[in-house]
């Protein structure tokens, strides 16, 4: 789908709108969503600096304005999902962040967050990911496990930490609708199509919090997963296998990779893991039949890279793989690149 042809604000449900904010001219590839309940305005996710200008358009879109909101919410504090946050509550006066505890500080003091990151993409920085304000502290809310956000008439979005993707990541559950809204914990699935990537940055990919947490998530019986990459799933059993599966096979396969010479060749891993994640999305996508979400094959595999990169993924994997491997689990393959940013 054309990012001219798509609209930046989807309704969901009642006071429930997904926003499409084009990253890098992307459409479908990093969301945000707007509840509105009463005289409060919530918006999960901020996406980059990079797209605030089309933040402000999708909130427009949907009827209401970013000096509105109360309550800023972020599932975690990779720029794609947290960098707008500071530049946010300086526009909304009446705003507060939530953020899950071990996340606050990068936001409050974003020195090592943005060092980390301009490590891995230099001169890219400002093209990719914009401004990165810091948060008053005065003005952030830390998230306990369970902790409700209480906002409009009686409603609540109840934050669950879930690592596994990140050691900061929470999820927030909205029982009146049974959505959850699931960050990356739930992984990338872009235009509906039948097919779910992990994505697993550094510094702290963990597989087995991560399976834990996914078991968590199943356990709320949701009737509706709200994925920050991208929008709404409803085959939550088959989206949760299907994630789960993968996981496995893609670790598998990169350790195996990793572990068969002493001096992995980590560009040509990462050239084979992009040919074979495009041959699975191909794949996944000639059988789908969705009519409601035509998508060209060019334009999915790109949105996909974009949204897990693999050099990213295999990064990540291999931190893991030599963390356990220091801790006596048996992998080796010491290494990364940094703190995941993206993803």
């Known amino acids: 789908m054309s990012p001219t042809a798509a609209p930046l ?21 990093v969301a945000a969503f707007l509840i509105a309940a009463g005289d409060d305005l919530v918006l999960v996710e901020t996406g980059p600096g990079s797209t605030l200008p089309t933040l402000r358009a999708a909130v427009a879109e949907a009827g209401y304005d970013v000096t509105r909101l109360t309550h800023v919410v972020v599932t975690h504090i990779h720029l794609d999902h947290a960098g707008a946050a500071g530049t946010l509550l300086g526009e909304a006066p009446r705003a507060r962040l939530f953020v899950h505890p071990a996340g606050a500080p990068h936001l409050v003091d974003p020195t090592k967050l943005l060092a980390s990151a301009t490590r891995i993409y230099g001169d890219a920085m400002e093209r990719l990911w914009g401004a990165f304000e810091p948060v008053p502290a005065e003005r952030v809310s830390t998230l306990a496990d369970g902790e409700a956000i209480r906002f409009g008439q009686g409603r609540t979005l109840v934050a669950l930490h879930t690592p596994g993707h990140a050691v900061h990541h929470v999820a927030l559950h909205d029982p009146a609708l049974g959505d959850v809204y699931v960050g990356d914990v739930a992984g990338v699935r872009l235009a509906r199509a039948p097919y779910v990537s992990p994505p697993t940055p550094p510094p702290d990919i963990d597989l087995d919090a991560w399976r834990a947490s996914i078991a968590r998530l199943r356990a709320l019986g949701a009737h509706r997963l709200l994925l920050t990459h991208f929008g709404p799933v409803t085959d939550v059993t088959w989206h949760w296998d ?39 999305i191909t794949r996944a996508w000639q059988r789908a039949s969705d ?14 890279e974009l949204a897990n990169p693999s050099g990213m993924a295999l990064g990540g994997v291999r931190r893991w793989l030599g963390r356990r491997s220091a801790s006596g689990g048996g992998a080796s393959g010491e290494g990364g690149t940094g703190r995941g940013v993206l993803g």
Do not use: C, K, N
């Open 9 to 29: 604000a989807t309704p969901l449900a009642a006071g429930v709108f997904q926003l499409d904010l084009r990253f890098q001219g992307h459409a479908g590839a």
């Open 242 to 280: 299907e994630l789960i599966a993968r996981l496995h096979e893609w670790t598998g396969w990169m350790e195996a990779r990793l572990t068969a010479t002493p001096e992995p060749d980590l560009a040509a891993i990462t050239r084979d893991l992009t040919e074979r994640a495009a041959r699975e």
């Open 291 to 304: 009519p409601e979400s035509p998508v060209a094959l060019d334009e999915l595999l790109t949105g996909y």
